[in-house]
């Protein structure tokens, strides 16, 4: 939660402040957020990938979808609910398998390897 009350309040309110739209705030600090995330998820694995940034771009349709359900149904738990699903359902898992792949072929391609499956013999050193 520090990291949201930081962007809250150095990147949200002086956006607000200067005119712009609640909406393309919000934008703004999902994609501050998302470069930041492909940062620290890109460099420990010496790649740099775009998976996390457009994860975190992803989610901005999904707060729209919740705020729109929570309208609809006061009260009700539909949007919890629908980001719980996207988020640990789907969401991370395929996260990590598509920086796995990322990863693997790039190895594959550093190897001489022409393909992944190609890579998976014990000559591969990844």
């Not at 009350?5 to 002086?14: A, E």
């Amino acid at each position: 939660m520090p990291v949201h009350y930081w962007l809250i309040r150095h990147v949200y309110f002086p956006c607000i402040r200067r005119g712009t739209s609640s909406n393309l705030a919000m934008v703004i600090v999902f994609a501050i957020s998302g470069v930041f995330h492909e940062i620290i998820i890109s460099l420990p694995f010496h790649m740099i990938s775009y998976w996390s940034f457009i994860g975190m771009m992803g989610q901005i349709p999904l707060v729209w979808i919740t705020k729109y359900f929570d309208k609809k149904f006061p009260g009700s738990s539909i949007g919890n609910l629908i980001f719980w699903i996207t988020f640990c359902v789907v969401g991370q898992p395929m996260a990590i398998l598509l920086y796995a792949i990322e990863y693997w072929r790039l190895g594959a391609e550093h190897s001489g390897a022409g393909t992944v499956a190609e890579c998976c013999g014990s000559e591969c050193e990844l």
